[in-house]
Antibody, heavy 126, light 109 residues
């Protein structure tokens, strides 16, 4: 079955750290860009970061730059999000998503996030 | 780029047409996608390139628009279409960020 399963969420104090994982199955993980997105309670979606197939390119939303690190292990079909210096405003359900992107030279062709997991909940509170 | 969706909530009779709007704060060309999210689930990709349906999406879903004004139309609302719908722009990514609209909740009238 083609699926993404997130894990690693939990309750953490402000200033703390947490590492999220996303296990991919049913497709060739190493052939896809991958993203993390989040959804604060009762709010809309916010893209957090994404990473190229081989991990050589990474992009982040400004609000997490310098605090969060996206990484992947293609041998383990896994995506990760290392979250440091956590703030109350980082409280959200975190989703991993597969992206359909083609790169020709310097041109990027984006076709959307075509597979999403069920999410893992992160709560930042004292 | 700020994406603004309207209305926040849309009530539609079963079988009727639902029209959802998404406006960008500056032109995103046709670099726009639509997603459907049901309670307790991750989102599902419906449309990319403003008007191309993703694999397996029923043809009652259609997207239109370019520049700053976009529309998602559900031609004949079914009960299984009850969800929140989000638009997402990806113009000038990378390095510009991907951004989502605030969502439109579709209800049965």
């Amino acid at each position: 079955e083609v699926q993404l399963v997130e894990s690693g969420g939990g309750l953490v104090q402000p200033g703390g750290s947490l590492r999220l994982s996303c296990a991919a199955s049913g497709f060739t993980f190493r052939s896809y860009w991958m993203s993390w997105a989040r959804q604060a309670p009762g709010k809309g979606l916010e893209w957090v970061a994404n990473i190229k197939e081989d991990g050589s390119e990474k992009y982040y939303v400004d609000s997490v730059k310098g605090r969060f690190i996206i990484s992947r292990d293609n041998a383990k079909n896994s995506l990760y999000l290392e979250m440091n210096s956590l703030r109350a405003e980082d409280t959200a359900v975190y989703y991993c998503a597969r992206e359909s992107i083609t790169v020709f030279g310097v041109a990027y062709y984006y076709y959307g996030m075509d597979l999403w997991g069920q999410g893992t909940t992160v709560a930042v509170s004292s | 780029i700020v994406m603004t969706q309207s209305p926040a909530t849309l009530s539609v009779f079963p079988g009727a047409r639902a029209t959802l709007s998404c406006r960008a704060s500056q032109s995103v060309s046709s670099n726009l996608a639509w997603y459907q999210q049901k309670p307790g689930q991750g989102p599902r990709l419906l449309i990319y390139g403003a008007s191309t349906r993703a694999t397996g999406i029923p043809d009652r879903f259609s997207g239109s628009g370019s520049g700053t004004e976009f529309t998602l139309t559900i031609s004949s609302l079914q009960s299984q279409d009850i969800a929140v719908y989000y638009c997402q722009q990806y113009n000038n990514w990378p390095p510009k960020p991907l951004t989502f609209g605030g969502g439109t909740k579709v209800e049965i009238k």
